[in-house]
């Protein structure tokens, strides 16, 4: 490696965060001036592109280095299992580790906390044997019985569920205080030699939307947080009309979270400076995917994988990075290479095999610090992206000019399972080329992307023309489109074919409810999911 390594990292991940929500992006709302600070000493990354458009296993990818299809962690298998993780490899090395969320999707039900020596979900809906224990295990056993994995769709409503419980009107208070003072505690605790790594991950704007009074009252005077849509399934489903005005105090009420978020981040890079820690302490601060607002005429983070989706904010702070702006193309999941560059960590000299296929190697062509940066005939094992980006021999790629980035979007269950809900109780019958059933994979590069589909047409755009992407274009019509699509095969190729033939798998879980176990039906009792 060509760098020096620092003794801490600070990784803070703004759920659902819109890159053209931040001041440092250019937004001129005044939402982010704590970020708008930071980004004076940090590479601000203006395309950064998430592996998926959700939490779950865009999370899995940042903790494993590998893309979803690889870890597998998703709505149809929502845990993550026989992966050695980031924190994982830390800990062995020496670092003290901690994770701190109030999203709970990031739990140990989950595997996502694997390997932090402390952590804490701050999610108080369920008590956490349910997370870790019982329900966990019915999960796994549900999901390895093909016949019974539809139940799997029962299951998997208790995020969403506990969701909306924590965030009603009643509840809403924000959990992001109390993440960033059990993250000071934890930094102020640690004696490690080695040094700490903490991840947060900070919930408040994802839906619905009740910021705080002092900040609706700046961002979205007047707005009612109870008189405007905040469930996504009633708009896509056709059973919610929004006008532009109530656009307009959705994402004010947007805007207010983020400012939150961003007061409460400050307060944590303050108390760093002022305790002389910040200097020694790598910051990354990332989206892990954004949110739609009306464009597309959708909703929320379901059913697409446009730009304000999957090109994410991304500002890292490191002595080997120039404070700038940076335009070549960066993938989250090289986040993972990144931190273990920055202290100096390789997993198989500290032992961290644990998982089935042990730990992802570092690998300095993945890695923000290095010189050799996304330069992939370098890479010693190449994983999908790398060998999809390189070619192949039995294809010409010499006229190709461009880096590629890879998102995958499984079939969904928690959000298809409401939507329908929301369309049967308007009379509205969906149809089964709805996008909503579908699976999706893109592949992108600075200038063009290409969407396969496995229920609607396919989507090509050349960003560099219609960034809004309004315009699809056929590859037959444009190289440039024809090239990235082309990318994407290969992608499809290496890691076990394309998604071909629409997926039967998501069906009405009620259909193997009477093949479960009375254990498991007790606990699905339990949560409310049976009477």
Same mark, same amino acid.
């Given at each position: $490696?060509?760098?020096?390594?620092?003794?801490?990292?600070?990784?803070?991940?703004?759920? /659902?965060?819109?890159?053209?929500?931040?001041?440092?992006?250019?937004?001129?709302?005044?939402?982010?001036?704590?970020?708008?600070?930071?980004?004076?000493?940090?590479?601000?990354?203006?395309?950064?592109?998430?592996? %998926?458009?959700?939490?779950?296993?865009?999370?899995?990818?940042?903790?494993?280095? &590998?893309?979803?299809?690889?870890?597998?962690? *998703?709505?149809?298998?929502?845990?993550?299992?026989?992966?050695?993780?980031?924190?994982?490899?830390?800990?062995?090395?020496?670092?003290?580790?901690?994770?701190?969320?109030?999203?709970?999707?990031?739990?140990?039900?989950?595997?996502?906390?694997?390997?932090?020596?402390?952590?804490?979900?701050?999610?108080?809906?369920?008590?956490?044997?349910?997370?870790?224990?019982?329900?966990?295990?019915?999960?796994?056993?549900?999901?390895?019985?093909?016949?019974?994995?539809?139940?799997?769709?029962?299951?998997? @409503?208790?995020?969403? $569920?506990? @969701?909306?419980?924590?965030?009603?009107?009643?509840?809403?208070?924000?959990?992001?205080?109390?993440?960033?003072n059990r993250t000071k505690s934890f930094i102020d605790d640690s004696d490690s030699d080695d040094g700490w790594f903490a991840f947060v991950n900070l919930m408040d704007a994802h839906l619905?939307?009740?910021?705080?009074?002092?900040?609706?009252?700046?961002?979205?005077?007047?707005?009612?947080?109870?008189?405007?849509?905040?469930?996504?399934?009633?708009?896509?489903?056709?059973? !919610?009309?929004?006008?532009?005005?109530?656009?307009?105090?959705? &994402?004010?009420?947007?805007?207010?979270?983020?400012a939150h978020m961003d007061a409460e981040l400050g307060r944590l890079f303050a108390w760093l400076r002022e305790t002389g820690q910040w200097d020694d302490t790598t910051v990354v601060v990332?989206?892990?995917?954004?949110?739609?607002?009306?464009?597309?005429?959708?909703?929320?983070?379901?059913?697409?994988?446009?730009?304000?989706?999957?090109?994410?904010?991304?500002?890292?702070? @490191?002595? =080997?990075?120039?404070? *700038? &702006?940076?335009?070549?193309?960066?993938?989250?999941?090289?986040?993972? @290479?990144?931190?273990?560059?920055?202290?100096?960590?390789?997993?198989?000299?500290?032992?961290?095999?644990?998982? %089935?296929?042990? %730990?992802?190697?570092?690998?300095? /062509?993945?890695?923000?610090?290095?010189?050799?940066?996304?330069?992939?005939?370098? #890479?010693?094992?190449?994983?999908?992206?790398?060998?999809?980006?390189?070619?192949?021999?039995?294809?010409?790629?010499?006229?190709?000019?461009?880096?590629?980035?890879?998102?995958?979007?499984?079939?969904?269950?928690?959000?298809?399972?409401?939507?329908?809900?929301?369309?049967?109780?308007?009379?509205?019958?969906?149809? =089964?080329?709805? &996008?909503?059933?579908?699976?999706? !994979?893109? %592949?992108?590069?600075?200038?063009a992307k290409y969407v396969r589909a496995d229920r609607i047409p396919d989507e090509g755009y050349r960003l560099d023309e219609d960034p809004a992407e309004t315009s699809p274009i056929d590859? #037959?019509?444009?190289?440039?489109?024809?090239?990235?699509?082309?990318?994407?095969?290969?992608?499809?190729?290496?890691?076990?074919?394309?998604?071909?033939?629409?997926?039967? !798998?998501?069906?009405?879980?009620?259909?193997?409810?009477?093949?479960?176990?009375?254990?498991?039906?007790?606990?699905?009792?339990?949560?409310?999911?049976?009477?």
């Amino acid at each position: $490696m060509d760098r020096a390594c620092q003794s801490n990292v600070l990784f803070v991940v703004l759920d /659902t965060v819109r890159k053209g929500h931040l001041g440092p992006y250019g937004y001129e709302r005044g939402t982010t001036p704590e970020l708008s600070r930071f980004a004076e000493e940090a590479t601000v990354f203006e395309s950064a592109v998430a592996p %998926a458009p959700w939490t779950l296993p865009v999370h899995a990818s940042l903790f494993t280095g &590998r893309y979803p299809s690889q870890h597998g962690a *998703d709505q149809g298998s929502p845990y993550l299992e026989g992966e050695t993780t980031l924190a994982s490899t830390l800990a062995a090395a020496g670092y003290d580790t901690a994770c701190y969320s109030s999203n709970a999707w990031i739990t140990p039900y989950t595997g996502l906390t694997d390997g932090f020596d402390e952590q804490d979900s701050f999610f108080e809906v369920l008590p956490g044997d349910v997370l870790s224990g019982p329900l966990a295990s019915a999960w796994q056993a549900v999901n390895d019985n093909d016949y019974l994995h539809s139940l799997a769709s029962k299951l998997v @409503h208790l995020g969403a $569920m506990a @969701h909306s419980k924590l965030a009603s009107g009643e509840g809403a208070d924000s959990k992001t205080p109390s993440v960033i003072n059990r993250t000071k505690s934890f930094i102020d605790d640690s004696d490690s030699d080695d040094g700490w790594f903490a991840f947060v991950n900070l919930m408040d704007a994802h839906l619905p939307y009740y910021p705080p009074a002092e900040y609706r009252e700046e961002f979205a005077p007047g707005v009612d947080p109870d008189e405007v849509c905040q469930n996504s399934k009633e708009f896509n489903s056709g059973a !919610r009309d929004i006008d532009d005005e109530e656009w307009e105090a959705i &994402r004010s009420l947007y805007d207010a979270e983020i400012a939150h978020m961003d007061a409460e981040l400050g307060r944590l890079f303050a108390w760093l400076r002022e305790t002389g820690q910040w200097d020694d302490t790598t910051v990354v601060v990332a989206a892990d995917h954004g949110e739609l607002h009306g464009e597309h005429d959708l909703y929320g983070h379901e059913f697409a994988l446009y730009d304000q989706l999957i090109n994410v904010p991304l500002l890292v702070k @490191h002595p =080997d990075l120039e404070a *700038d &702006r940076r335009d070549d193309l960066v993938e989250l999941l090289d986040c993972y @290479h990144t931190v273990l560059d920055a202290t100096g960590v390789d997993p198989g000299a500290v032992g961290a095999t644990a998982g %089935a296929d042990g %730990a992802v190697d570092r690998d300095p /062509t993945r890695s923000l610090l290095s010189s050799e940066y996304r330069s992939f005939d370098g #890479a010693s094992e190449a994983d999908p992206g790398q060998r999809a980006v390189l070619g192949n021999e039995a294809e010409d790629t010499s006229d190709v000019d461009g880096d590629y980035a890879f998102v995958e979007y499984a079939q969904p269950v928690i959000e298809l399972h409401h939507l329908e809900e929301k369309a049967s109780e308007a009379g509205i019958d969906l149809p =089964d080329d709805h &996008r909503a059933y579908s699976r999706l !994979r893109a %592949a992108r590069r600075t200038d063009a992307k290409y969407v396969r589909a496995d229920r609607i047409p396919d989507e090509g755009y050349r960003l560099d023309e219609d960034p809004a992407e309004t315009s699809p274009i056929d590859p #037959a019509d444009d190289e440039t489109v024809a090239a990235t699509e082309r990318a994407l095969a290969r992608f499809e190729e290496a890691v076990g074919g394309a998604w071909d033939n629409p997926d039967e !798998r998501v069906a009405d879980a009620n259909d193997a409810l009477a093949d479960a176990d009375e254990e498991t039906r007790d606990r699905l009792r339990e949560l409310g999911y049976l009477e």
